[in-house]
């Protein structure tokens, strides 16, 4: 059974430092890229950073670019969200999520939730 | 950055009823649009990729149209846990980038 699960949201003040990380079971983590997708308070959905399997192809939504910084390691089967200087906006629900055909997501986590404030 | 726009905000359906959907591309995505449904407090479930390929275990009263720029998902005879949120996500495969549509709020009539 493919498991993905979330861990280090918490809440923090504006301008602090995060990091997310999602452990991997069930199915062979270094075949698949991975992506991170987060979702405001009764907001919809925004990709915010994929990649690939060797880390050799990564993504980011414009918002976070320059501030976030996703990560694998294949050998732990986990993945990773370096989060830098956190804003109010980025306050949401973060969900690691399994690639599959093309760059679309077949498994979620259940999320981990991010507060910004002060 | 593609725009996706969905419509209609919310869709009022009975039960056994067809329910359909739309998403506009604001440039062409060709055919690497996918549909999920969101139900409250739960993540979202891939229904369709490819704009028209029912992912696996979903039922076929769920299908997809559309390339280019058009999409649309059609639900055939509405059950009752149908009524969720409905997104489309258009994707490049390298480098990953995504978005996806407002949504659209599926509720029993």
């Known amino acids: 059974e493919v498991q993905l699960v979330e861990s280090g949201g918490g809440l923090v003040q504006p301008g602090r430092s995060l990091r997310l990380s999602c452990a991997a079971s069930g199915f062979t983590f270094d075949d698949y890229a991975m992506h991170w997708v987060r979702q405001a308070p009764g907001k919809g959905l925004e990709w915010v950073s994929g990649i690939s399997w060797n880390s050799g192809s990564i993504g980011y939504a414009d918002s976070v670019k320059g501030r976030f910084t996703i990560s694998r390691d294949n050998a732990k089967n986990s993945l990773y969200l370096q989060m830098n200087s956190l804003r109010a906006e980025d306050t949401a629900l973060y969900y690691c999520a399994k690639g599959t055909e093309g760059a679309t997501y077949d498994y979620w986590g259940q999320g981990t939730l991010v507060t910004v404030s002060s | 950055e593609i725009v996706m726009t969905q419509s209609p905000a919310t869709l009022s359906v009975s039960p056994g009823e067809r329910a359909t959907l739309s998403c506009r591309a604001s440039?062409?995505?060709?055919?690497?649009l996918a549909w999920y449904q969101q139900k409250p407090g739960q993540a979202p479930r891939l229904l369709i990729y490819?704009?028209?390929t029912r992912a696996t275990g979903i039922p076929a009263r769920f299908s997809g149209s559309g390339s280019g720029t058009e999409f649309t998902l059609t639900i055939s005879s509405l059950q009752s846990e149908d009524f969720a949120v409905y997104y489309c996500q258009q994707y490049n495969n390298w480098p990953p980038a995504s978005t996806f549509g407002q949504g659209t709020k599926l509720e029993i009539k």
């Open positions: 440039q062409s995505v060709s055919s690497n």
């Open positions: 490819g704009a028209s």
